[in-house]
T-cell receptor
Framework: DAGVIQSPRHEVTEMGQEVTLRCKPI?????LFWYRQTMMRGLELLIY????????DSGMPEDRFSAKMPNASFSTLKIQPSEPRDSAVYFC?????????????FGEGSRLTVL | AQSVTQLDSHVSVSEGTPVLLRCNYS??????LFWYVQHPNKGLQLLLK??????LVKGINGFEAEFKKSETSFHLTKPSAHMSDAAEYFC?????????FGAGTRLTVKP
């Protein structure tokens, strides 16, 4: 089975530009999570979806960030406009169970650099 | 509410010696507990998980962890470190979709 697939793996952009990160979860998983990882703050949960519905977006830093999950096999995380402090590795993860004890399966991450 | 504390930010061992990475958790429920490993420029990979079955859990690559409810601990061990074990390790506590990551422990393995 293919794992969680993220694209792009690397993105370098200039401040003010729009950035879109993409994620394809594992087929059959009904929960999807977006995390951000930085040296200073470690792993932070940004938002998660159950059955394509956003459940908790309290970790989204500000209105510049938005996430969508139009169907069970695709999600996007958008930053508009981007700022240098958004530079980080963004991970997408999926899980088989929305309620319970299932482990998360992580993608390889999207490394974002905002100049 | 839940939380997890990894007691060491950095552990250094020599190849062939035992590894101990410490994790304490706090939860109002009966949570599931996980250990993940992250190699440089890679995603997080599941090492092992505890989900209220056997308290001694065996994972991949020779790692194991013991759930001790009385001590609220879930320490990760390996009898003999290998150079390829050098990575960042995360302890995670989960109840439903409330999933909390520890700050991570960087394991260095010296030849």
């Amino acid at each position: 089975d293919a794992g969680v697939i993220q694209s792009p793996r690397h993105e370098v952009t200039e401040m003010g530009q729009e950035v879109t990160l993409r994620c394809k979860p594992i087929s059959g998983h009904n929960s999807l999570f977006w995390y951000r990882q930085t040296m200073m703050r470690g792993l932070e949960l940004l938002i998660y979806f159950n059955n394509n519905v956003p459940i908790d977006d309290s970790g989204m830093p500000e209105d510049r960030f938005s996430a969508k999950m139009p169907n069970a096999s695709f999600s996007t995380l958008k930053i508009q406009p981007s700022e240098p402090r958004d530079s980080a590795v963004y991970f997408c993860a999926s899980s088989r169970t929305g309620v319970g004890t299932g482990e998360l399966f992580f993608g390889e991450g999207s490394r974002l650099t905002v100049l | 509410a839940q939380s997890v504390t990894q007691l060491d930010s950095h552990v250094s061992v020599s190849e062939g010696t035992p590894v101990l990475l410490r994790c304490n958790y706090s939860s109002s429920y009966s949570p599931s507990l996980f250990w993940y490993v992250q190699h440089p420029n890679k995603g997080l990979q599941l090492l092992l998980k505890y989900t209220s079955a056997a308290t001694l859990v065996k994972g991949i690559n020779g790692f194991e962890a013991e759930f001790k409810k009385s001590e609220t601990s879930f320490h990760l061990t390996k009898p003999s470190a290998h150079m390829s074990d050098a990575a960042e390790y995360f302890c995670v506590v989960r109840y439903n979709n409330d999933m909390r990551f520890g700050a991570g422990t960087r394991l260095t393995v010296k030849p």
